[in-house]
C-alpha cells in the first residue's frame, strides 16, 4: 500500500475499535490519537504496530508534533448532543486544524468521516456543520475522500442497541421521526471503506456514501429490533413538537443524552444514500443489517455467534 504510517484522529470509539482491527489486518502503522489513555489501552495497543497517544488534538501544537511521520490521516470525530458551540469545534474548527496540521507536515491524503444528510443549510446543527467541514475540506488542496455514512450499526452500537433496551423496559415507546427514513450501514463495511480508500487512489476527491442495501423508516427498525428479543412494543409516532418537548425533558435528565432536540431537527429530513453505494471503487458490497442484529441483539445461540464473528475476523 502506498501510504504505510496512518493518524486516526477520533478513533477511540465505536467506529475506531473496528477500524484498527482492519487497519492492523493490512499490516500499517497505527497511531491513534485519544483524550484519555487507560479508558482506551486495553483494545487499542493489544494490535500490532499500533500506538495510543493521549493528545489534545484541539491545540494546534500537539496537533502538528502528532501528525509528523505520517502518510496519511483518517479524520473521524463527531458528536451528536451539545451545543452549537460544541458542534463547531468538533465538526468544523478540528477539520481546519487537522489541515492545517496535514499541510505542515507535508502530509497530502485526508480520509473525512461526514455524514449522509450533511449539509450548511440543514434543518440541524449536526447537519449544517458537517455540511461546513464538508466545504473547508473539499478547498483545503488536499489529497481528500469524504465518506458519508448513513446510521451505523454494530456489536457496541448506540443506536439499534438503545431501542433494543427500551423495547424490554417500555411497552409504549413514544417515537420522534417514526417515519423518517435510514438505509443502516455495518460499522465493519465503514471500516472496510476507509481501508479501501487508502489502497485506492481513484478514491480522492471524490465524496462516497455509504448506506445498507435496505431503507427502513426508524418505526420498522425499532419494531424490528425489539422483536429480534421477543419483545412487541406499540410505537406510536410523535408530531415533532411533542417529540421537541420530550427532548427538551431528555436533555435535562440525569446521565448520557439519549434524545436531543437536535436530533429531533435532523430527524427532519430522511438520512438514505442519493447513489448507489460505490462498490468498484471500493471492492465490496454492504452487508445486510438482518444478517448481523440478531447476532448481537437477538438470542441466537451463543456459538453460532462465536462462529461469525470468527469468521468475519479472519476474512
Not at 423495547?167 to 476507509?194: K, S
Request: contains cysteine.
Amino acid at each position: 500500500m502506498k501510504y504505510q504510517r496512518i493518524c486516526v484522529i477520533g478513533g477511540s470509539g465505536f467506529i475506531g475499535g473496528y477500524l484498527a482491527e482492519r487497519l492492523a489486518e493490512a499490516n500499517l502503522d497505527i497511531t491513534f490519537a485519544t483524550r484519555n489513555y487507560e479508558q482506551h489501552k486495553e483494545r487499542l495497543i493489544v494490535l500490532p504496530k499500533t500506538e495510543l497517544v493521549e493528545v489534545d488534538v484541539h491545540d494546534q501544537a500537539s496537533l502538528d508534533a502528532l501528525l509528523h511521520g505520517h502518510d496519511a490521516v483518517i479524520s473521524m470525530v463527531g458528536i451528536l448532543h451539545g451545543s452549537r458551540a460544541a458542534f463547531e469545534r468538533a465538526h468544523v474548527a478540528l477539520p481546519e486544524k487537522i489541515i492545517q496540521a496535514c499541510r505542515t507536515n507535508g502530509i497530502r491524503r485526508l480520509i473525512h468521516i461526514s455524514a449522509i444528510g450533511a449539509d450548511p443549510n440543514g434543518p440541524s446543527d449536526y447537519q449544517r456543520t458537517k455540511g461546513l467541514a464538508e466545504q473547508r475540506i473539499e478547498a483545503s488542496g488536499l489529497d481528500w475522500t469524504i465518506l458519508r455514512p448513513s446510521v451505523v450499526f454494530g456489536r457496541g452500537d448506540s443506536f439499534l442497541t438503545m431501542f433494543a433496551r427500551l423495547a424490554r423496559l417500555l411497552p409504549v415507546l413514544p417515537l420522534a421521526g417514526a417515519d423518517t427514513r435510514f438505509q443502516p450501514i455495518w460499522v465493519d463495511d465503514v471500516a472496510r471503506a476507509m481501508v479501501a480508500c487508502l489502497a485506492n487512489d481513484a478514491t480522492i476527491h471524490r465524496k462516497l456514501e455509504l448506506a445498507g442495501p435496505t431503507i427502513y423508516t426508524l418505526r420498522q427498525l425499532v419494531r424490528y429490533v425489539a422483536g429480534l428479543g421477543g419483545h412487541k412494543p406499540v410505537v406510536v409516532g410523535l408530531p415533532q413538537g411533542l417529540a421537541l418537548l420530550q427532548a427538551g425533558l431528555m436533555e435535562h435528565m440525569p446521565g448520557r443524552t439519549l434524545l436531543s432536540r437536535d436530533n429531533v431537527r435532523s430527524l427532519a429530513v430522511d438520512n438514505v444514500g442519493t447513489t448507489p453505494f460505490p462498490s468498484e471503487l471500493l471492492g465490496f458490497t454492504p452487508t445486510a443489517l438482518e444478517a448481523i442484529a440478531p447476532l448481537y441483539l437477538g438470542k441466537a445461540e451463543p456459538n453460532e455467534v462465536r462462529s461469525h464473528f470468527r469468521a468475519e475476523a479472519g476474512r
